[in-house]
């Protein structure tokens, strides 16, 4: 192992394969962590030699044939807020609207994440077994070690167990983005409620960050607390949605004046409040879309989502002017 973590390192742009007798999943996982794309039991199936070799051609691309994915991060005001919710079922949306819309979703919450409990998939690879080969990571080796769901997203979960935030870099998280954005037009990224230098890194190259909210004092303070340090960070008010989350029109403990005052971010959607539907559609492992599409949630979501795709590629999916109903001009 220590001589194939050598050559990889000195060879970052050289793909390496192993085969073994047995292979299950951990020798599978020692062997990726070692550098090695891919391993084949003994002797090794001439299919899956083929399907390899196949996507090591591929990844042979021209500068120009190369994508320039956008990538859209979603992180949690105070924890609970519904950050996951959000991300998994606007990225869902996104990949269905637009079959030929690549479409990654991503769970960066590497102590906590839970997106692979959205997901009905066979997870392959977790988020840390992509970060840990960052020095040879491109668009096509990431994409092979992500599941890929119905819907046509591809999934990359967190880790089965908490693992150290500074088990990651910036440097990981860099290399990381860069081959997703070979690869994916859209790229969704459920953060964790953590600042650091690497969700930092994150936050800096994110196109856009939404910023999830509920209807309390505590929230709205944690959420000035996060506006006040994108200003320190330099990222821009312009790149930041609000999103109100779980937002009943009666009885908020909040104001709609109270919000703008507090956070003063211009861009605020609202997301309908009903949480029996967002946790029947996680238990049962489905997207909203398909566990209960006529519910104002699934609706709300669903605008976003058409909200986002007008954005990337400047075509309205639905009359009636979505983004004004959206903003709640209408």
């Avoid at 046509?152 to 997703?180: N, Q, Y």
């Avoid at 309390?216 to 930041?240: C, N, P, Q, W």
Wanted: net charge negative; proline share 2%; aromatic share 6%.
């Amino acid at each position: 192992m220590s001589q194939l973590q050598s050559l990889s390192r000195e060879f970052p742009k050289t793909e390496f394969f192993a085969c073994h007798s047995s292979p299950d999943v951990n020798t599978f996982r020692t062997f990726m962590r070692a550098g090695v794309r891919d391993v084949f039991s003994l002797p090794p199936a001439e299919q899956d030699v083929i399907r390899e070799l196949e996507r090591v051609g591929a990844s042979v691309v021209q500068e120009g044939g190369q994508r320039n994915g956008k990538v859209i991060s979603i992180i949690n005001s105070k924890s609970g807020s519904g950050a996951t919710t959000l991300a998994v079922n606007l990225a869902c949306d996104l990949a269905e609207m637009d079959e030929n819309l690549k479409v990654a979703l991503v769970d960066m919450d590497i102590q906590f994440g839970s997106v692979s409990l959205y997901l009905d998939v066979k997870w392959q690879s977790n988020v840390m077994e992509a970060f840990s080969q960052s020095a040879r990571l491109d668009g096509t080796m990431l994409k092979s070690m992500m599941s890929q769901h119905d819907s046509g997203v591809f999934a990359l979960s967190a880790p089965l167990k908490i693992t150290r935030l500074d088990r990651v870099s910036a440097m990981d998280v860099k290399k990381f983005l860069e081959a997703a954005r070979e690869s994916f037009d859209v790229i969704v990224l459920d953060l964790p409620r953590v600042i650091n230098e690497w969700t930092e890194e994150v936050l800096r190259s994110s196109d856009s960050i939404y910023m999830v909210i509920q209807r309390s004092l505590a929230v709205i303070r944690d959420a000035r607390l996060l506006t006040t340090y994108f200003h320190s960070a330099g990222i821009s008010d312009d790149k930041v949605t609000i999103v109100d989350n779980r937002y009943r029109s009666k009885h908020a403990a909040v104001t709609d004046k109270q919000i703008q005052e507090t956070l003063r971010i211009e861009r605020i959607v609202r997301i309908a409040n009903d949480y029996d539907t967002a946790i029947g559609s996680q238990e049962r492992g489905v997207p909203l879309s398909r566990y209960a599409r006529s519910s104002r949630l699934a609706k709300d979501v669903n605008s976003l989502s058409q909200a986002i795709l007008f954005e990337l590629t400047g075509e309205e999916r639905e009359s009636g002017g979505f983004l004004d109903r959206l903003m709640g001009r209408q």
